[in-house]
């Protein structure tokens, strides 16, 4: 949402920093995150599944997020804050607040109690 903000109000910053929809809109994924899908989808039905792959594809994949949360903090989210209106950020907050979050259902701890008590026994 903050992205596609920055994009209306600042479309040459908004450029400059590239394609963050991605993320939020769970579209296509990154390159990193898909190779190391592909990679761990291979390796397990090869069944041949070797600590040291694994291993690299986790490392792969969360130095490619921490580069992604650093260039957020050092650069989208300052351009976001120069560039938007208290109107953009009070439309954002409305449409956030008006979103279901589904890890906050009833009942939803005593199954994941549950579920760890399954997988504990």
Known sequence: MIFGKLKSRDPIAAANIGDL???ASGGSKPASTSRSGGRASTNISD??????TVDEIIHDF???ERQHMEMEER???????NAL?????????LK??????????PGLE?????LLRKILD
């Open 62 to 64: 969360i130095n490619h």
């Open 110 to 114: 005593e199954k994941f109690d549950m």
């Open 21 to 23: 929809e991605h993320r």
């Open 75 to 81: 650069i989208f989210f300052p351009t976001a804050l």
């Open 96 to 105: 956030l607040a008006d979103r279901h979050d589904p890890l906050y259902q």
């Open 47 to 52: 069944q041949d599944l070797l600590r040291q």
């Open 85 to 93: 209106r208290p109107e953009d950020w009070a439309d954002i907050a």
